[in-house]
């Protein structure tokens, strides 16, 4: 019985070591917070009229002399500034012709597939390796626009004993949001073969996905017309959202004719839904004030002002003015208002948290832990004393009997 009062004891002792160290904290948690708090609005005061200050008189400044008027200057008849002749207006003749291959506006709601579609720098497009290679002209008189164009097959109108076939190739894919997507171009064909033999020019659509098998052939004639022709739009809508290869080729069977071109301005547009342009329509809406310039008056009356055009209202926030009264400057609210910030109940251990340095509460459940964890050892110290003595009074009773 002895021994358990020891061990309370301990414990008693350890939890009031505990007490003392943190009763500053209790101490302080007690303490009414006012840091969280909003803090008592103060009404402005009410400024008070400023004095009339008494104008003195100024000290009058010297005042500067006077300049000499300027002479002034007749120009003679040899510094008369030579006048621009009036342009004579142009005369109205006959309308000039729009040459071919002018640029054409292309509709905001299409793209162009075809890059370097005027030849106007070295790639984009696959050139093909046979005996007449095709090659990129720089010779204006076969040129539509731009300073270059594409020579195809036996431009230079000689003899072809070789089958050869002169093609360039592209690919592209028509994209699925397309409505509608067509082809356009302009050829100078020339030839003295006879049509329909194997000596062409032709516009064929491959598959390049699939080894090149033909998919479409759009174009193929046997033309000797040297002119530029403008080929009129082919419509492409049943290959939208696939990927193909455009094929432009002059073809000779090697039959000693000879077939050519020359090409220009290849367009591929895929169009897609018409672009609504929205114009903005401002909207005027009515604006309720109070009668007689801010005062309510007894009936609290109120005007509806509707802005006239060109007119914009900036910001409206209705009136809490009551009769005759009307504020100068701002004045602080004494009651609770829904702009105030939330204030929170705060706990012990905020309180704690907000009045106490954090080292000193480590320190003091630190010595708190020691005296608790001190207190347990000598306890088991103790039960392992008892047991001993008990032990040995055992043994001596035994020997004894």
Same mark, same amino acid.
């Given at each position: 019985?002895?021994?358990?009062?020891?061990?309370?004891?301990?414990?008693?002792?350890?939890?009031?070591?505990?007490?003392?160290?943190?009763?500053?904290?209790?101490?302080?948690?007690?303490?009414?917070?006012?840091?969280?708090?909003?803090?008592?609005? =103060? /009404?402005? #005061?009410?400024? *008070?009229?400023?004095?009339?200050? +008494? $104008?003195?008189? &100024?000290?009058?400044?010297? %005042?500067?002399?006077?300049?000499?008027?300027?002479?002034?200057?007749?120009?003679?008849?040899?510094?008369?500034?030579?006048?621009?002749? =009036? /342009?004579? #207006?142009?005369? *109205?003749?006959?309308?000039?012709? +729009? $040459?071919?291959? &002018?640029?054409?506006?292309? %509709?905001?709601?299409?793209?162009?597939?075809?890059?370097?579609?005027?030849?106007?720098?070295?790639?984009?497009?696959?050139?093909?390796?046979? /005996?007449?290679?095709?090659?990129?002209?720089?010779?204006?008189?076969?040129?539509?626009?731009?300073?270059?164009?594409?020579?195809?097959?036996?431009?230079?109108?000689?003899?072809?004993?070789?089958?050869?076939?002169?093609?360039?190739?592209?690919?592209?894919?028509? /994209?699925?949001?397309?409505?509608?997507?067509?082809?356009?171009?302009?050829?100078?064909?020339?030839?003295?073969?006879?049509?329909?033999?194997?000596?062409?020019?032709?516009?064929?659509?491959?598959?390049?996905?699939?080894?090149?098998?033909?998919?479409?052939?759009?174009?193929?004639?046997?033309?000797?017309?040297?002119?530029?022709?403008?080929?009129?739009?082919?419509?492409?809508?049943?290959?939208?959202?696939?990927?193909?290869?455009?094929?432009?080729?002059?073809?000779?069977?090697?039959?000693?004719?000879?077939?050519?071109?020359?090409?220009?301005?290849?367009?591929?547009?895929?169009?897609?839904?018409?672009?609504?342009?929205?114009?903005?329509?401002?909207?005027?809406?009515?604006?309720?004030?109070?009668?007689?310039?801010?005062?309510?008056?007894?009936?609290?009356?109120?005007?509806?002002?509707?802005?006239?055009?060109?007119?914009?209202?900036?910001?409206?926030?209705?009136?809490?003015?009551?009769?005759?009264?009307?504020?100068?400057?701002?004045?602080?609210?004494?009651?609770?208002?829904?702009?105030?910030?939330?204030?929170?109940?705060?706990?012990?251990?905020?309180?704690?948290?907000?009045?106490?340095?954090?080292?000193?509460?480590?320190?003091?459940?630190?010595?708190?832990?020691?005296?608790?964890?001190?207190?347990?050892?000598?306890?088991?110290?103790?039960?392992?004393?008892?047991?001993?003595?008990?032990?040995?009074?055992?043994?001596?009773?035994?020997?004894?009997?």
């Amino acid at each position: 019985m002895v021994h358990r009062y020891h061990v309370c004891a301990a414990a008693l002792v350890g939890a009031l070591l505990g007490l003392l160290v943190l009763s500053p904290a209790a101490a302080l948690a007690s303490a009414p917070l006012y840091h969280n708090q909003p803090a008592p609005a =103060t /009404p402005f #005061p009410t400024p *008070s009229p400023l004095a009339s200050a +008494t $104008p003195t008189a &100024s000290v009058s400044a010297t %005042p500067f002399p006077t300049p000499p008027p300027l002479q002034s200057v007749t120009p003679s008849a040899s510094a008369s500034a030579t006048q621009f002749p =009036t /342009p004579s #207006p142009v005369s *109205s003749g006959t309308p000039v012709p +729009t $040459p071919p291959g &002018s640029p054409t506006l292309m %509709p905001a709601n299409c793209i162009d597939l075809i890059r370097n579609g005027g030849f106007e720098w070295d790639g984009d497009w696959q050139l093909g390796w046979d /005996p007449l290679s095709p090659f990129y002209n720089s010779n204006a008189a076969f040129v539509v626009s731009g300073a270059r164009s594409m020579a195809q097959g036996a431009v230079g109108q000689a003899p072809v004993t070789t089958p050869a076939y002169s093609s360039i190739r592209q690919d592209v894919t028509l /994209p699925a949001w397309a409505t509608s997507a067509a082809i356009t171009f302009w050829y100078y064909p020339m030839s003295n073969a006879a049509a329909g033999g194997l000596n062409r020019q032709e516009l064929i659509l491959l598959d390049p996905l699939a080894f090149d098998e033909t998919v479409a052939i759009l174009w193929q004639v046997t033309e000797n017309g040297q002119q530029w022709i403008q080929h009129p739009s082919i419509n492409l809508d049943d290959y939208i959202g696939r990927t193909l290869s455009v094929y432009f080729n002059a073809r000779n069977a090697g039959d000693g004719t000879w077939t050519g071109m020359y090409l220009d301005d290849v367009s591929l547009l895929a169009c897609g839904p018409a672009v609504v342009t929205l114009t903005p329509t401002a909207v005027v809406l009515p604006v309720t004030v109070p009668a007689n310039g801010g005062n309510t008056g007894t009936g609290g009356e109120h005007i509806v002002v509707t802005p006239s055009a060109g007119e914009t209202v900036i910001s409206v926030s209705p009136s809490t003015t009551t009769s005759g009264d009307v504020p100068i400057a701002p004045t602080a609210s004494h009651g609770e208002t829904n702009d105030q910030p939330r204030s929170e109940s705060p706990s012990f251990f905020d309180r704690l948290g907000g009045n106490l340095d954090t080292t000193a509460v480590l320190i003091g459940l630190g010595v708190a832990a020691f005296l608790i964890v001190l207190g347990i050892v000598w306890w088991f110290r103790r039960r392992d004393s008892r047991e001993s003595h008990d032990a040995q009074d055992t043994y001596d009773g035994s020997q004894g009997a």
